[in-house]
T-cell receptor, first 114, second 115 residues
Framework: KNQVEQSPQSLIILEGKNCTLQ??????????LRWYKQDTGRGPVSLTI?????NTKSNGRYTATLDADTKQSSLHITASQLSDSASYIC?????????????FGSGTRLQVQP | NAGVTQTPKFQVLKTGQSMTLQCAQD?????MSWYRQDPGMGLRLIHY???????DQGEVPNGYNVSRSTTEDFPLRLLSAAPSQTSVYFC??????????????FGNGTRLTVT
């Protein structure tokens, strides 16, 4: 069964600090891995999409890494801001059609405090 | 650009009532989908469509119907609401099938409570 596990479930950091969120997956056959940011009361917004051949991808202060051998990904947030407070969702896509195409993690809830 | 627009934002239904959640996108995306988000769980796919006139079931389709008469619109119908359908519903669209590297664009959700 395809699964995506995220850790930690929740995290509190001080403004200006860095943090790293983890994503482990057991999904096959792998197509790509995505990170989304979801603000409270809003829909998820895409941060990055990484294919099998990409190890690192950045989007401003967000840097995602992918190790396809160990089936792990991380999202590193640099110099956190209050606006980074949100849930971060890891999503893995398979090279398949239809209902099994995307598997969502349950997210890491990040709170940035002043 | 409006992106993906969902209406209503909030809805309360009594058990057994029916209703339609509306979803419209203005990006000319072929792929559209409906998800539900429950506490502590990842988003789960209800139904999806790869183009006008084509729909298919997702992981949790029971109790829901969809249609896709135009590229822009993808309404979700609850046939006979049950308390287990209390959830937040998200509509999402993508330029291509989600197997490929095209991001999903989500609406801001409809929060549904069934009493």
């Amino acid at each position: 069964k395809n699964q995506v596990e995220q850790s930690p479930q929740s995290l509190i950091i001080l403004e200006g600090k860095n943090c790293t969120l983890q994503c482990n997956y057991t999904v096959s056959p792998f197509s790509n891995l995505r990170w989304y940011k979801q603000d409270t009361g809003r829909g998820p917004v895409s941060l990055t999409i990484m294919t099998f051949s990409e190890n690192t991808k950045s989007n401003g202060r967000y840097t995602a890494t992918l190790d396809a051998d160990t089936k792990q990904s991380s999202l590193h947030i640099t110099a956190s801001q209050l606006s980074d407070s949100a849930s971060y969702i890891c999503v893995v896509s398979v090279r398949d059609t239809g209902r099994r195409a995307l598997t969502f993690g349950s997210g890491t809830r990040l709170q940035v405090q002043p | 650009n409006a992106g993906v627009t969902q209406t209503p934002k909030f809805q309360v239904l009594k058990t057994g009532q029916s209703m339609t959640l509306q979803c419209a996108q203005d990006m000319n995306h072929e792929y559209m989908s409906w998800y539900r988000q429950d506490p502590g769980m990842g988003l789960r796919l209800i139904h999806y469509s790869v183009g006008a006139g084509i729909t298919d079931q997702g992981e949790v389709p029971n109790g829901y119907n969809v249609s896709r008469s135009t590229t822009e619109d993808f309404p979700l119908r609850l046939l006979s609401a049950a308390p287990s359908q209390t959830s937040v519903y998200f509509c999402a669209s993508s330029y291509t099938d989600v197997r490929y590297n095209s991001p999903l664009h989500f609406g801001n959700g409809t929060r549904l409570t069934v009493t």
